[in-house]
């Protein structure tokens, strides 16, 4: 059972259906029903306020979450308590997302390179913080959610960061991270049994404009992914390998996903994530032989053997944005969804409806996700964007630019 919506829901719904299982998707959020409505059975929070009597009803083994925020819903206790293999760590392993300024001190603990960072809980003591250290940093939640007041603001200068500070949401108070530009790069593994088993290295574009131009949006706008087993950029061995101590201290099993910024020839982490996210997560399970079996085991904490399908080793993301995206203030109308032409690809609905006549209609901001993934990067991404440009919505746009900067791993 998926524990989300949208493009998340319908993705990895439908590649777990097509590996042998039966899905169904709990609707955690008030948007993004429809998607998943197309792989299996969706409950919604209306109709049933908690997943457990379903899970249980149903004989669910395995609960999929889409994000954090799990833990904290009045139904999370029972959850637990249910016996349900849950494909995330749970309790105090869950720190390492969910506070930022815990991942600051395990990387300090295991001597793993982290900006310096600050926590500050009102204005005064974030300016403060400033006149002390005269740098750029990157504003951020001290405490990650969906439902943030705040969601990263990156400052490139002392100036920047100055203005921002006076106009961001104190109500958690906010985490300044120095600013170490542009280099990024990110890996996933699982960890299950004591052990991590590595992935896939990743890049997630998150300016919202071609070139790396605008803000950093919500959430990527496109994504790349590379088979990356071997960790042949030691991102794993650097970030998350000196870790284990603590990772079998707490029974960690779950995803675990690293980004890092590279200055001055070393990379550093940013944050880690618990979960496979929206861009990365369905072409993993689209990778592997046995996502089924992969995803089960680490569930259970068992030892894992994920096998690769020869051939694919990269997979191109590419986001369709909607009118307005990517500043969520503005709204529109629901709108016509054409399309023009059978896909070759997976192309996952997110903000999408279904209306009375059967058309397909838009309903905000992340449209869909299209991805593709081929023995060679250039061709995933020639695929890609063969697919995305057959999908018609009025105001929408998607970067066309994916592949071109930050990558490999280290590039600008
Ligand atoms: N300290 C930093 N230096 C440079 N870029 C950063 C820094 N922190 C975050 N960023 C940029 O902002 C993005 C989002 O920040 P992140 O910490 O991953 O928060 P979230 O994913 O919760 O929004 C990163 O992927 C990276 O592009
Ligand atoms: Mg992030």
């Not at 530009?181 to 997630?204: F, K, W």
């Amino acid at each position: 059972m998926i524990l989300g919506v949208g493009s998340f829901a319908h993705s990895l719904g439908q590649a777990l259906a097509d590996a042998g299982t039966t899905v169904s998707t709990y609707l955690t959020r008030n948007y993004g029903h429809f998607p998943p409505s197309l792989v299996g059975p969706t409950f919604s929070r209306d109709a049933f306020s908690s997943p457990v009597p379903l899970i249980k009803k149903n004989g669910v083994e395995v609960v999929i979450p889409q994000s954090i925020d799990w833990a904290l819903a009045p139904w999370a206790k029972d959850l637990l308590k249910s016996g349900v293999g849950i494909f995330s760590p749970t309790r105090e392993a869950m720190r390492i997302e969910r506070e930022r300024d815990f991942a600051r001190k395990l990387c300090a603990d295991f001597k793993i390179p982290f900006p310096q960072a600050y926590v500050a809980s009102n204005r005064l003591e974030a300016e403060k913080i400033l006149a002390g250290h005269p740098q750029p940093f990157v504003i951020k939640n001290p405490l990650c959610s969906p439902n943030s007041p705040i969601h990263t603001i990156l400052c490139e200068t002392v100036e920047d960061t100055r203005a921002w500070l006076r106009h961001v949401n104190y109500a958690e108070g906010v985490f300044l991270q120095e600013y170490l530009g542009r280099a990024e790069a990110g890996h996933i593994a699982l960890v299950s049994g004591g052990e991590i088993y590595s992935l896939v290295t990743n890049q997630e574009y998150k300016y919202a404009f071609n070139g790396n131009q605008g803000i950093v949006a919500g959430a990527p706008l496109g994504g790349l992914v590379e088979r990356d087993p071997d960790d042949q950029y030691s991102l794993a061995r650097q970030l998350i390998h000196p870790l284990l101590p603590w990772l079998r201290k707490v029974r960690f099993n779950g995803p675990l996903q690293v980004t890092a910024v590279k200055r001055g020839g070393q990379w550093h982490v940013i944050e880690y994530n618990i979960r496979i996210g929206v861009t990365s997560g369905p072409m993993i399970l689209r990778m592997l032989k046995n996502p089924v079996e992969t995803v089960l085991k680490t569930a259970r904490n068992e030892q894992l053997d994920p096998q690769f399908k020869s051939g694919l080793n990269f997979g191109c993301s590419l986001t369709l944005a909607g009118y307005g995206y990517p500043f969520t203030q503005v709204r529109s109308p629901h709108l016509p969804l054409e399309v023009a032409g059978p896909f070759d690809c997976d192309v996952w609905w997110n903000e999408v409806a279904q209306g009375t006549d059967g058309q397909l209609v838009s309903t905000g901001h992340r449209i869909a996700d299209v991805i593709a993934l081929a023995p060679a990067l250039d061709a995933a991404i020639t695929r890609a964007y063969a697919n995305i440009r057959k999908i018609r919505v009025v105001g929408s746009y998607f970067r066309t630019d994916i592949g071109r900067s930050l990558w490999p791993p280290g590039r600008i």
